[in-house]
């Protein structure tokens, strides 16, 4: 079964500091990989995806992540991080006829 | 473009009241899809659509009815809200369906209280 895990609920880091953001998946074949963010009271927007390629992904807002099929790992990094980086950010795979979403990241951002 | 629109953004229910959360999309998607999200639990799939005419449930489909007459609209319908249906519903759609790689679209959101 396709599954997306996100280990770490919240994280805190300081800005300027980099960020990394893991996040684990399960499927059976060559996944399509997601990125999102979503800001308080607000829907979500999409950071980066992966579908083939270069497994280095390049995003929005400064944002990258790489998928490692050794490790069934897509993790998303900012070298970076800005007082509005602070979100909740979803990591997602779409399978078959539905697309599957982790549990999200709080990430709080300290001035 | 307006994208995704949802209505109403907040809603306060009685326990057995009904009521239809609306979703519009104006891109020409073919998948449309709701989503239940809950502190702690993420984004889960109620029901989703492949096209107009064809509806599937997703992993949390009890209580709650869709329809898809057309491309553009896929309402939710709460048919006798309980407690456990308080939650922020977002509505979706894309292109095509999560195999394919297409990315999807989220509306506003709407925030739902069941009472």
């Known amino acids: 079964a396709q599954s997306v895990t996100q280990p770490d609920i919240h994280i805190t880091v300081s800005e300027g500091a980099s960020l990394e953001l893991r996040c684990n998946y399960s499927y059976g074949a060559t996944p399509y990989l997601f990125w999102y963010v979503q800001s308080p009271g607000q829907g979500l927007q999409l950071l980066l995806k992966y579908f083939s390629g270069d497994t280095l992904v390049q995003g929005i807002k400064g944002f990258e992540a790489e998928f490692k099929r050794s490790q069934s790992s897509f993790n998303l990094r900012k070298p970076s991080v800005h007082w509005s980086d602070a979100a909740e950010y979803f990591c997602?795979?779409?399978?078959?006829?539905?697309?599957?979403f982790g549990t999200g990241t709080s990430l709080t951002v300290i001035p | 473009n307006a994208g995704v629109t949802q209505t109403p953004k907040f809603q306060v229910l009685k326990t057995g009241q009904s009521m239809t959360l609306q979703c519009a999309q104006d891109m020409n998607h073919e998948y449309m899809s709701w989503y239940r999200q809950d502190p702690g639990m993420g984004l889960r799939l109620i029901h989703y659509?492949?096209?107009?005419?064809?509806?599937d449930q997703g992993e949390v489909p009890n209580g709650y009815n869709v329809s898809r007459s057309t491309t553009e609209d896929f309402p939710l319908r709460l048919l006798s809200a309980a407690p456990s249906q308080t939650s922020v519903y977002f509505c979706?759609?894309?292109?095509?369906?999560?195999?394919?790689?297409?990315?999807?679209?989220f509306g506003p959101g709407t925030r739902l209280l069941v009472l």
């Open positions: 659509s492949v096209g107009a005419g064809i509806t």
């Open positions: 997602a795979v779409g399978a078959s006829n539905q697309f599957y």
């Open positions: 979706a759609s894309s292109y095509s369906r999560g195999e394919r790689g297409e990315t999807q679209y």
